[in-house]
T-cell receptor, first 109, second 116 residues
Framework: GENVEQHPSTLSVQEGDSAVIKCTYS??????FPWYKQELGKGPQLIID?????GEKKDQRIAVTLNKTAKHFSLHITETQPEDSAVYFC????????FGAGTRLTVKP | EPEVTQTPSHQVTQMGQEVILRCVPI?????FYWYRQILGQKVEFLVS????????KSEIFDDQFSVERPDGSNFTLKIRSTKLEDSAMYFC??????????????FGDGTRLSIL
């Protein structure tokens, strides 16, 4: 089955800096790669996703890149703000969705 | 904005008892999912459901688990005889479009299940 690895497990940045979270996946059949933000006591919230026929997607301060050959994808957050602090999960999916272990992002004011 | 709602927010149950977790997916969604998140760990896929049938299930979803859509709005997860290791957050999700794993899924805020 699919195995998703996510790094780093924790990330601390200064407000205004960029944050990058990286994931790798094992199943070349996976064709959908969402990113979720989870705040304390809440369910995962979809923030951006990318499909295997696209290499990059951007939504305001958030961007995701996908390298199908290398089977890795990354989340980039620019101009970070304290409210970006949360746990971020990547996932890879074909018939079912498998999550990475999560990255706890802390943005220091 | 439409959302997935889950009840109860916290369920405490004695080991060996049956528990039913309830979810109301987004009203025009057709695909439904349950996930589990043990404290501090990753979100784990349990099962997907479409057209009143299980579409996919993980190795976690054994004979102790069952899912049901008893009416037009609810989607339930039943654990027949709970074990201590069933203690976790359980998330329900739903998606609108076809393809069980490759469409945006919207999550509820979860039910925290505590087995004593």
């Amino acid at each position: 089955g699919e195995n998703v690895e996510q790094h780093p497990s924790t990330l601390s940045v200064q407000e205004g800096d960029s944050a990058v979270i990286k994931c790798t996946y094992s199943d070349s059949a996976s064709n959908y790669f969402p990113w979720y933000k989870q705040e304390l006591g809440k369910g995962p919230q979809l923030i951006i996703d990318i499909r295997s026929n696209v290499g990059e997607k951007k939504d305001q301060r958030i961007a995701v890149t996908l390298n199908k050959t290398a089977k890795h994808f990354s989340l980039h957050i620019t101009e970070t703000q304290p409210e970006d602090s949360a746990v971020y999960f990547c996932a890879a999916s074909y018939n079912d969705m498998r999550f990475g272990a999560g990255t706890r992002l802390t943005v220091k004011p | 904005e439409p959302e997935v709602t889950q009840t109860p927010s916290h369920q405490v149950t004695q080991m060996g008892q049956e528990v039913i977790l309830r979810c109301v997916p987004i009203s025009n969604h057709l695909y439904f999912y349950w996930y589990r998140q043990i404290l501090g760990q990753k979100v784990e896929f349990l099962v997907s459901f479409y057209n009143n049938e299980i579409s996919e299930k993980s190795e976690i979803f054994d004979d102790q688990f069952s899912v049901e859509r008893p009416d037009g709005s609810n989607f339930t997860l039943k654990i027949r005889s709970t074990k201590l290791e069933d203690s976790a957050m359980y998330f329900c999700a739903s998606s609108a479009l076809g393809g069980f794993g490759n469409q945006p899924q919207h999550f509820g805020d979860g039910t925290r299940l505590s087995i004593l």
